[in-house]
């Protein structure tokens, strides 16, 4: 897959305010495909996913790309030790992130608001990690998928009445590289979810929990 350059990131203006030189930071736009950090880059700063979803992978030295992550909506990306990035990062869609300079992560208390938002943001990093491993922990593969599933529906999906719907923009190979299964144990596990009336496909991107209760039960082994 061919990544647009990081300078292919288009920013609105950030405006200042005279009076208090505090700067109010407006979203970039992200295009698809386009890295937003690779590893090993200096870190330029830290970033806040305003919309759309990231996908975060490493590279092993044989070149084997593993996926080890993605980013929502009110994530920060972009942490790493001695301030350099230590993952890829490339937006899954057109997105929008707002940049944050990694000092602040340090700052004093008159950027507090900023620095409270970017400590909350490791945080929810470390919660994300653990959740990881509890999917890779799923005895079965479908019970993986379930979790996996009822991760996108907590974080990005959109009630529908007894429903949730959201769109599941990555493709199956990312979604076997996150949770250590092959494309085709994916792609069975969601026909199988389908079959049982747990979940809708409406198109290969859009997915509907028919029953996420039921679904919340299976990721966590009560199914």
Do not use: W
Request: neutral net charge.
């Amino acid at each position: 897959m061919n990544m647009l350059s990081p300078a292919r990131l288009k920013a609105h203006p950030v405006s200042i305010a005279p009076s208090d030189k505090k700067r109010t930071l407006l979203p970039y736009c992200v295009q698809a495909e386009t890295n937003l950090f690779r590893d090993g880059d200096i870190c330029s700063g830290l970033f806040e996913v305003v919309s759309g979803v990231f996908r975060i992978s490493r590279l092993t030295r044989g070149g084997r790309r593993y996926v080890i992550g993605f980013g929502f909506p009110g994530d920060i990306l972009g942490y790493g030790p001695d301030r350099f990035h230590i993952s890829d990062c490339d937006a899954v869609s057109a997105a929008k992130v707002i940049r944050h300079r990694a000092d602040v992560l340090y700052g004093d208390s008159a950027q507090l608001q900023r620095h409270q938002t970017l400590v909350k943001g490791a945080l929810q990093q470390v919660e994300a990690m653990q959740d990881h491993c509890m999917m890779l922990g799923r005895n079965t593969a479908r019970d993986r998928i379930a979790a996996f599933l009822s991760l996108f529906g907590e974080r990005i999906g959109t009630p529908l009445g007894r429903y949730v719907e959201f769109d599941l923009l990555m493709p199956r190979t990312d979604i076997a590289d996150y949770l250590g299964l092959s494309t085709e144990t994916v792609s069975r596990c969601l026909t199988e979810l389908r079959h049982d009336n747990l979940i809708a496909i409406e198109n290969v991107h859009h997915f509907v929990l028919l029953q996420p209760q039921h679904l919340e039960e299976l990721a966590e082994g009560d199914g």
